[in-house]
T-cell receptor
Framework: AQSVTQLDSHVSVSEGTPVLLRCNYS??????LFWYVQHPNKGLQLLLK??????LVKGINGFEAEFKKSETSFHLTKPSAHMSDAAEYFC????????????FGKGTRLSVIA | DSGVTQTPKHLITATGQRVTLRCSPR?????VYWYQQSLDQGLQFLIQ???????AKGNILERFSAQQFPDLHSELNLSSLELGDSALYFC????????????FGPGTRLTVL
């Protein structure tokens, strides 16, 4: 069965410093992996996705993530945090290539301090 | 704007009542997914429809049901409501039926008093 673990429930960074949000997954197959962002009182927006092409995936707003099969990780990074990055971030896995729904991590709340 | 619409945005009702949440997918998307987001359970998949047929089922209670209509819009029916059903309910849509990139609506916030 597929599962995803977000290692930090809350991360706080200063504006202009790097962001690292950690995610580990478990999958019996070759997974598809996603990061979604949810701003307060908004729906979820796709940041980036990995679907077995390049292991370093670039997303919107300067975010990127690296798929590391040996470590079963898919950490999200950004070189320089902006105040507008403050939000909830979800790591998501889709297991088999069939009709498998997405499985969401519990989320990491990112705070950005001025 | 994802192109997925949900109505209503907010719903306040009493225990024991029944409500219907509505979702219109993006133009061209055949799959509709329903999710429940609560503080204690996080974001949980409820049910998926693809082109009018139920395709996958998650942690959906028997008091809840859904359907997808020929025009591809979907409705989630919640009955015999309990306080614990208070949550944000999201609808998402995708082109195919294989856990592709999903586009989420803004959600319906349900409050059961």
């Amino acid at each position: 069965a597929q599962s995803v673990t977000q290692l930090d429930s809350h991360v706080s960074v200063s504006e202009g410093t790097p962001v690292l949000l950690r995610c580990n997954y478990s999958s019996s197959y070759s997974p598809s992996l996603f990061w979604y962002v949810q701003h307060p009182n908004k729906g979820l927006q796709l940041l980036l996705k990995y679907t077995s092409a390049a292991t370093l995936v670039k997303g919107i707003n300067g975010f990127e993530a690296e798929f590391k099969k040996s470590e079963t990780s898919f950490h999200l990074t950004k070189p320089s945090a902006h105040m507008s990055d403050a939000a909830e971030y979800f790591c998501v896995v889709s297991d088999r290539p069939g009709n498998t729904p997405l499985v969401f991590g519990k989320g990491t709340r990112l705070s950005v301090i001025a | 704007d994802s192109g997925v619409t949900q109505t209503p945005k907010h719903l306040i009702t009493a225990t024991g009542q029944r409500v219907t949440l509505r979702c219109s997918p993006r133009s061209g998307d055949l799959s509709v997914y329903w999710y429940q987001q609560s503080l204690d359970q996080g974001l949980q998949f409820l049910i998926q429809y693809y082109n009018g047929e139920e395709r996958a089922k998650g942690n959906i209670l028997e008091r809840f049901s859904a359907q997808q209509f020929p025009d591809l819009h979907s409705e989630l029916n919640l009955s015999s409501l309990e306080l614990g059903d208070s949550a944000l309910y999201f609808c998402a849509s995708s082109v195919g039926d294989r856990g592709n990139e999903q586009f989420f609506g803004p959600g319906t916030r349900l409050t059961v008093l």
